[in-house]
Every structure is written in C-alpha cells, then in structure tokens.
C-alpha cells in the first residue's frame, strides 16, 4: 500500500479560499493604489509555500517577502519573474545566486550593497535594492540618527537600483506609541533623503498590525503576514479574517482510568475519578507544542475536551468521559471548528505561553498539508 492511500493520522486542512478572502480584506483596506507584499516566510506560515503562492498571486498580491535563498527560489519555480524581496540580511555566499535571481535585497549597510554592486557589476546587469531604516527594532538597517547621512553614499553604486525603502515596526500590535514614534523617525530620514533629492518608488513599514492600525501607516507598499493565513495580531479584527488552516487528528485508542492512575511522561496528571481517555495521534513530532501540556482542549464530535498529562513525540491524550459513543477513528479538532465551536490558533498559542506565528510555523513536514476550496487543484 502507497503512503498516499493510506488513511490519515494527522493532518492539516488549508482552506484556500479563506486566502482569497483574506487578501481582498487587505485590499479594501489599503485602496487599489498601494501594493501588496505578502510575506511567505517559513513555507508560508507552515500552510506550504509552492501552494500558496500561485493562489496569493491569482488573488491580487504583488510581490512576496522571504526570510532566505531557497525559498526565494521556490517561488521562481512556480512563477518566472515574480518579484521577490529578501526580507533577512544575505550571506556573503549567497549574493552571487541573489543577483543571478534577481531577487531584491534588504541592504543595512554599505559593505553589503558595495558587496551586491560588485557582482551585479560583473553580471552586467542592475539590482534593485530594498534600504532599511532601523526605527528601533534593532535588528537589521541603517540607524535612524544616522541614515541621512549614509544612505545617500549608496548613490555611488551605479548597478543597484534604489528601488524600496524600508523599515519593521517592534511591536504595532501591542505599542501603539513606539510605534509612532518609529513612524516619526522613519518620516523624518524620507524627508531628510526628499530633501537630498533622493526618492524611491516603494516606501513600506506596515506588517499585518501597521497595516490594520490605519492609512497612516500605507505609504505605497505593505506587508501583511499573519493577517492572510486569517490570524490577527489584534482582536477586535479577528470577525473580519477567514482562518485557512485545520488542524486535525485521529483517535487511536480508547481505555478507562481509575481513579489515581496517572497520565503520560513525569505523571503530570492524576485521575481524581474513574475516566474514559482517548489517544490521539498527534504530538510535538507533528508540531503540537509539548508547552500546552495539560493545559489544552480539543475538540471530538462538537465537544470541547481536556488534554491530559504531558503531550509526547506522537501522541497526545484526550478526556473523552462525556462521549460515551466515542470510538477508535473518529476525527479530533485540535485547530478548527467542529459544530458550535472554534479552537483558534490564538487559543492553542496561549495555552503554550506563544504566540500563534510559532503554532503556525511549527507544524511539521510530517502532517500532510490537504488543500480544499474553489480554487484547489
């Protein structure tokens, strides 16, 4: 028998049509006139990037943010000529296969596009470059106090093109005042730069929060995530998104407990009355946090479940006292609705003191990824 037909353990259902929603919220949210970078990064939020892609595209994005090389690369293999941004700073190794590609590089420094000038020199071609501007994220750029006075000196490499200028805000979701205060600092080096007669035709700074936080924060480019996989870093936004992704498993044993017979690793639980119990195949190999340890809940046959004792490498166990007619097969909703109820990936993410970017990106290559929807082949 072939993997493919065998039954499923453990799997995650992306509804793609979920996507397309969620990419035409962001648009009638920014207007026509400003474009859309869809970031992929880590195999599109663990929902998979070769599928994705093809169905952000199709649904209006203009262009993609990856963290590295290889998944620029993918995207090319399901989209010659797709414009592709390298969100995270590239190793001196792999600026040859950045300028071949054609893939837009996040410049912080004047090594790294003096570094990206020379091979774009020697290909004869011109690169367009993407500048950062660290408004206090502290992570990649040039340091806001300075950035005026450096930026300018990347006029000199005549094979990059200054085609975007940039910077990430810290914490949108939660800050609103730092991230004024970002925005400030980032207003005040473009005006600075307007002023040295130097513009660039795509301004950016706004992830999913920036972007849901008002048109102050547009420009002419923006760069939702997590806000397309129907996920929101803020709630009071959450009716207005389309989860993609289920994520669901299959019982595979069912036993009764007495009272005082403890479950799984380090006997974390003890049975305080006779129980029924459920085992899941699902546990931290496929990607479900061994932090949410009997602290979690599932859903089986529409009715929330506790999840019990400690979450193994396979496996998981599950209270399932109040199904009396639960048996061996039967499907468990770990991230999903069934019925009347939802288990978010928030939800999932707190009980795992995370956050649900980390849910998300965690599942493994081990849960097959099915796609559903109008637009799945």
């Not at 998944?71 to 399901?78: F, G, K, M, V």
């Not at 009272?259 to 546990?283: D, H, P």
């Not at 931290?284 to 340890?293: H, I, K, L």
Request: charged share 20%.
């Amino acid at each position: 028998m072939s993997r493919s037909s065998l039954p499923l353990r453990c799997w995650a259902e992306i509804d793609l049509d979920a996507l397309r929603h969620n990419v035409m919220y962001a648009r009638r949210l920014v207007g026509p006139e400003v474009k859309i970078l869809c970031s992929v990064k880590a195999d599109a939020y663990g929902h998979g990037l070769p599928q994705i892609a093809g169905i952000l595209m199709q649904s209006g994005v203009d262009l993609f943010g990856v963290a590295n090389i290889p998944e620029a690369l993918t995207i090319r293999t399901i989209g010659k000529g797709w414009s592709v941004l390298l969100l995270s700073a590239v190793l001196p190794t792999e600026i040859k296969s950045a300028v071949t590609n054609r893939f837009s590089p996040s410049l912080s420094s004047f090594d790294e596009a003096r570094s990206f000038n020379d091979e774009a020199l020697r290909q004869g071609i011109t690169l367009p470059v993407h500048v950062v501007v660290d408004t206090g994220m502290r992570r990649l750029g040039f340091w806001h106090e300075t950035a005026s006075e450096d930026i300018p000196q990347l006029t000199e490499f005549k094979n990059l093109e200054l085609r975007g200028l940039y910077t990430h805000f810290a914490s949108a979701d939660i800050d609103p005042a730092f991230t004024r205060i970002q925005r400030q600092r980032f207003l005040k080096v473009r005006k600075t730069l307007l002023s040295q007669g130097l513009d660039f035709p795509l301004v950016h700074c706004a992830n999913s929060a920036g972007l849901l936080r008002g048109s102050d924060n547009h420009f002419n480019l923006v760069r939702p995530g997590l806000m397309i996989y129907g996920a929101s870093p803020m709630s009071r936004f959450r009716k207005e998104l389309r989860p993609a992704l289920c994520l669901k498993a299959r019982i595979t044993f069912i036993k009764d407990v007495a009272k005082g017979q403890s479950i799984s690793y380090g006997r974390m639980f003890t049975a305080k009355s006779k129980m029924r119990v459920a085992t899941v195949a699902i546990g931290y190999g496929d990607g479900y946090p061994r932090q949410a340890s009997d602290r979690a809940c599932v859903l089986v046959g529409g009715v929330l479940c506790r999840q019990l004792g400690r979450v193994t490498m396979d496996q998981i166990m599950v209270d399932v006292s109040k199904l009396p007619a639960v048996k061996t097969g039967d499907e468990v909703t770990l991230i999903g609705k069934q019925g009347n109820l939802e288990i978010t990936a928030d939800h999932l993410a707190k009980w795992s003191d995370t956050i649900s970017y980390e849910i998300f990106t965690g599942i493994t290559k081990r849960v097959p990824r099915i796609y559903r929807g109008t637009t799945a082949s």
